[in-house]
Antibody, heavy 120, light 106 residues
Framework: QVQLVQSGAEMKKPGASVKISCRASGYTFTSFDINWVRQATGQGPEWMGWMSPNSGNTGYAQKFEGRVTMTRDTSTSTAYMELSSLRSEDTAVYYC?????????????WGQGTLVTVSS | DIQMTQSPATLSASVGDRVTITCRASQSISNWLAWYQQKPGTAPKLLIYKASKLHSGVPSRFSGSGSGTEFTLTIRSLQPDDSATYYCHQYDSFWTFGQGTRVEIK
């Protein structure tokens, strides 16, 4: 079955960077885009951007432009999201999400989430 | 950016009740809308996509409707397992999520 397995929780100081991995299994990794979404406690999810594992093309939400980088390693079917210049407001659970597209598109698979805590 | 406004923020209903959650988009999104259910400590789970299509394995008591700017999620006969937070999600132009509706069982 389709699975997205993310790396473990991270604790970072303000100004540092964090890089989260998302390993895909159960399908052809290069066939569907991976999006990254974060969710602060008690808030709705917030979209950060997308990446095509096939081409490596990316698109980022304006809010994160300049601070976020999405990459992939097709040999290990792994997507990565790096967020730099961390501040306390970046404390959240971060999810990778597969966007399945056939005749219609939908987001059917989410990673288990990675808690990132930013604190001095 | 497209804003998504969900209502109500919280609702309390009894087992067997019909429950409706509304989501309004700040501009037309055609029918590029999904609904998710999220329980504490877990990732959101897809219920409905393209406004009205039931995702595989989701109980038929869940249904979605609407197009343009106004959408609804209906739970036909509320069950104890439906206690959760529900989010709408537009994917017409980039992505935006609603702020959520917490459904409690009386």
């Amino acid at each position: 079955q389709v699975q997205l397995v993310q790396s473990g929780a991270e604790m970072k100081k303000p100004g540092a960077s964090v890089k989260i991995s998302c390993r895909a299994s159960g399908y052809t990794f290069t066939s569907f885009d991976i999006n990254w979404v974060r969710q602060a406690t008690g808030q709705g999810p917030e979209w950060m951007g997308w990446m095509s594992p096939n081409s490596g093309n990316t698109g980022y939400a304006q809010k994160f432009e300049g601070r976020v980088t999405m990459t992939r390693d097709t040999s290990t079917s792994t997507a990565y999201m790096e967020l730099s210049s961390l501040r306390s407001e970046d404390t959240a659970v971060y999810y990778c999400v597969r966007e399945f597209c056939a005749d219609v598109c939908y987001c059917d698979s989410w990673g288990q989430g990675t808690l990132v805590t930013v604190s001095s | 950016d497209i804003q998504m406004t969900q209502s109500p923020a919280t609702l309390s209903a009894s087992v067997g009740d019909r429950v409706t959650i509304t989501c309004r988009a700040s501009q037309s999104i055609s029918n590029w809308l999904a609904w998710y259910q999220q329980k504490p400590g877990t990732a959101p789970k897809l219920l409905i996509y393209k406004a009205s299509k039931l995702h595989s394995g989701v109980p038929s008591r869940f249904s979605g409707s609407g197009s343009g700017t106004e959408f609804t999620l209906t739970i036909r006969s509320l069950q104890p397992d439906d206690s959760a937070t529900y989010y709408c999600h537009q994917y017409d132009s980039f992505w935006t999520f609603g702020q959520g509706t917490r459904v409690e069982i009386k």
